[in-house]
């Protein structure tokens, strides 16, 4: 079910910056007064995936937020000794348990429309807790799409 919630212009501009651009290294989006989605956080291209999940979760432990990462990780085709390094987006739902429930719809039920807005993202991640939001988590879901 959708939820009339737009996204703004500006969510494309910034996604198109770190896809194409590389000038961003992620991007956490809100939704503004329950009628649109928009940035909130630009984090810089050198800025570690600690810091990405901070920001995540700056609204505090009852708030919701999505997050795009532009992930690296070193990536070792089978029969091969050469390590490559792959960069995959991906788009997260963070909605943590203790979040009220109508947040929680509200930030479900938009989702997919933010992620038709950022065509190209390779893999969106829903994460309630910080187990599945770490990078160890993510590396595994990023790396069950590779190719051997």
Not at 11 to 25: A, S, V
Not at 26 to 36: G, H, L
Not at 39 to 64: H, M, P, T, W
Not at 117 to 130: F, H, P, R, S
């Amino acid at each position: 079910m959708a939820s009339g919630v737009t996204v703004a212009d500006i969510c494309k501009t910034i996604y198109e910056e770190i896809k194409k651009d590389k000038k961003h290294r992620y991007v956490i989006f809100y939704i503004r007064d329950e009628k649109q989605i928009d940035v909130e956080v630009i984090g810089k291209r050198d800025e570690e995936y600690e810091n990405f999940l901070l920001k995540l979760q700056a609204g505090g432990e009852g708030d919701c937020r999505y997050g795009l990462y532009d992930f690296e990780y070193m990536h070792q085709c089978q029969g091969t000794t050469e390590s490559s390094k792959k960069q995959k987006l991906f788009l997260m739902l963070w909605c943590p348990e203790s979040a009220k429930v109508k947040k929680k719809m509200l930030y479900s039920s938009s989702f997919d429309a933010l992620r038709k807005a950022l065509v190209g993202v390779q893999k969106t991640i829903q994460a309630n807790e910080l187990a599945d939001a770490s990078r160890e988590a993510v590396e595994e879901k990023l790396r069950a799409t590779d190719r051997n």
